[in-house]
């Protein structure tokens, strides 16, 4: 018995031979004059039920001597897998190396995956959002990298979100460095500001700020855009650096100005309202974000000094288009010339009136009429 001892000692690595598995062990033939015994909690790592899920009659096996007695030798197959996987494991945490693993265990906090090791996911580290039953995640391959790795205190953890947000942050720098100013994207509208509104175009986050939501003037940016909306939005700027993204979607939607020349044409009355008086005269709006400049000469039909004496904000006119250019985003208008204009008219009818008399109209109005050739 001696020698047997000398032969087989605690932590010598050897070769055996399955020869028997019973219920809770496994019989291996090492060539001692026993058959040495592998208990079932020394076979794997994870919790089995019996020994065949792990091992097969014929199947060599290598070994880690964990006792020797007179007439017995145990012997451990997870100690050997367990100092190989350490070793590998050890490598790819220094690597930061990312790699697939299976979920063996649903386990209250989190899973157990099978990495050579009993490995641990938190249930924090398993998604980037929030997971509420983890049931579906059984027998689930998972792309993981290792967090933390402590040999001696026989500790792995792992993380799935880790990879996720590894993933997220190259396809992030990706598209920084494709977007261009002047593109044109759809995004969706993700958070709501008071001033303005985040959108996501496709994994980060752009900034429309109120001023960019429309052509006319927003009060809220919930009169505009509600959270979900999909919009088109127009890249103004990017700074990769800090990850910031200025869109406009005002600049992808038909300005006011648009066509303005089929819709308003010189000679048109319109109606209109005084938005702003200055010194030279008064801009109106004819149109949802459309204004027009009456000039200071062409409000009334008498010299005056300040566009006060005769209008105020708010008032609603009537007004006679001069002039319109759409490419410089200008209309003239008149005020004057809405009374000259009324004037005239009821002069015509006046000849038609006095014609049908016999008497001729120049000779009860002299000249009055010259001012409007």
């Known amino acids: 018995m001696v ?18 598995i019973e219920e809770k062990q496994v019989l291996v033939d090492i060539g001692f004059k026993t058959e040495g015994i592998i208990p079932i909690s020394e076979l794997s790592h994870l ?8 091992v097969e009659e014929g199947q060599e096996l290598t070994l880690k001597v964990n006792k020797v007695e007179e007439d017995e030798i145990i012997l451990s197959k997870k100690a050997v897998d ?36 009993r490995g641990f996911i938190p249930a924090s580290l398993v998604e980037t959002h929030f997971v509420d039953d983890f049931s579906d995640y059984l027998n689930k391959t998972l792309t993981v990298k290792i967090v933390d ?12 979100r880790a990879v996720l947000e590894q993933e997220a942050n190259k396809e992030k720098e990706a598209l920084l460095e494709s977007l261009e100013k002047g593109q044109v994207i759809e995004g969706t509208v993700q958070r709501i500001t008071d001033f303005g ?42 700074d990769p650096e800090s990850e910031r993204i200025s869109l406009s979607h005002k600049n992808t939607l038909a300005g006011p100005w648009e066509n303005i020349s089929e819709r308003i044409a010189e000679g048109d009355t319109v109606d209109a309202v005084v938005k702003r008086l200055v010194d030279f ?15 200071i000469s062409e409000i009334a039909d008498r010299h005056i000094e300040t566009p006060q004496e005769e209008l105020t904000v708010g008032d609603k006119i009537q007004v006679k288009v001069l002039s319109v250019n759409e490419a410089d985003q200008r209309i003239s208008l008149s005020i004057k010339a809405i009374a000259a204009d009324a004037e005239q008219k009821d002069i015509l009818n006046y000849q038609k009136e006095d014609d049908s008399s016999g008497f001729q109209l120049g000779d009860l109005i002299g000249d009055k009429l010259d001012k409007y050739k």
Not at 150 to 157: A, F, G, P
């Open 3 to 20: 020698e047997a001892n000398k032969e087989f000692n605690v932590d010598d690595i050897v070769e055996g031979k399955v020869v028997s």
């Open 47 to 54: 919790h089995i039920e019996t020994p065949n899920e792990i």
């Open 82 to 117: 367990a100092e190989k996987s350490w070793e590998e494991l050890t490598k790819k945490y220094e690597a930061e190396e990312i790699f697939e693993t299976e979920v063996k265990e649903v386990v209250k906090g989190g899973l157990v995956v099978d990495v050579g090791l």
């Open 149 to 160: 790795l402590d040999q001696e205190q026989n500790r792995l953890i792992l993380s799935h």
């Open 197 to 238: 509104a985040f959108v996501d175009i496709g994994g980060v986050d752009g900034l429309v700020h109120i001023s960019e939501l429309a052509h006319a003037h927003v009060d809220k940016v919930t009169d505009v855009v509600s959270e979900g909306d999909k919009i088109n939005v127009q890249v103004l700027s990017v």
């Open 281 to 295: 005269g008064a801009f109106l709006e004819i149109e949802k974000g459309v204004e027009g400049l009456v000039h």
